[in-house]
């Protein structure tokens, strides 16, 4: 099974858990980078802005066609309880592409990630593999949960 890993990460959290990921799954990359401002405290406000109105970010350009993976690893931050705005965009553009997919879900605080999972299914219009709900605060993993879709 031909499988992609995609991946947004503001401060590099979540970039650590999804290259862990691909390594482990002999998988493909992809780091999605957005043309918006998201580093320091202005690009954290500008992302709970883009966040908190459910507002997509402009992505560069990549050149990985998603279509030809049978299974793709979302990993995404969670922002204001829903899907990081750059990941938004990517499963916003790319919906038709994906076969099949499993979440990793990184947030901070102590939340149950399933709405978020649940939101990602019906976008996609398909049933997650299974999920990972991981809760990471400063870079220390606090809770990792993997959740296995019946």
């Not at 947004?8 to 482990?24: D, F, H, P, Q």
């Not at 997509?56 to 829903?82: H, Q, S």
Request: glycine share 4%; hydrophobic share 40%; net charge negative.
């Amino acid at each position: 099974m031909k499988t992609l890993v995609v991946y947004y990460s503001r401060k590099g959290y979540t970039e650590s858990i999804a290259l862990e990921k691909a390594k482990n799954d002999n998988a493909d990359f992809l780091c999605l980078e957005t043309i918006e401002n998201t580093a320091g405290w202005y690009g954290f406000f500008n992302c709970v802005k883009f966040a908190s109105s459910k507002k997509r970010m402009t992505l560069f350009p990549y050149e990985t066609n998603v279509g030809e993976y049978d299974k793709a690893v979302i990993c995404t931050p969670v922002w204001c309880g829903g899907i990081s705005s750059p990941m938004l965009e990517f499963l916003e553009r790319e919906k038709h592409n994906i076969k099949s997919a499993e979440y990793i879900l990184v947030h901070a605080l102590p939340m149950n990630a399933e709405t978020v999972a649940d939101e990602i299914d019906k976008l996609l219009d398909i049933k997650r593999i299974s999920f990972t709900d991981i809760q990471c605060v400063l870079g220390k993993t606090l809770k990792e949960e993997v959740k296995a879709n019946d």
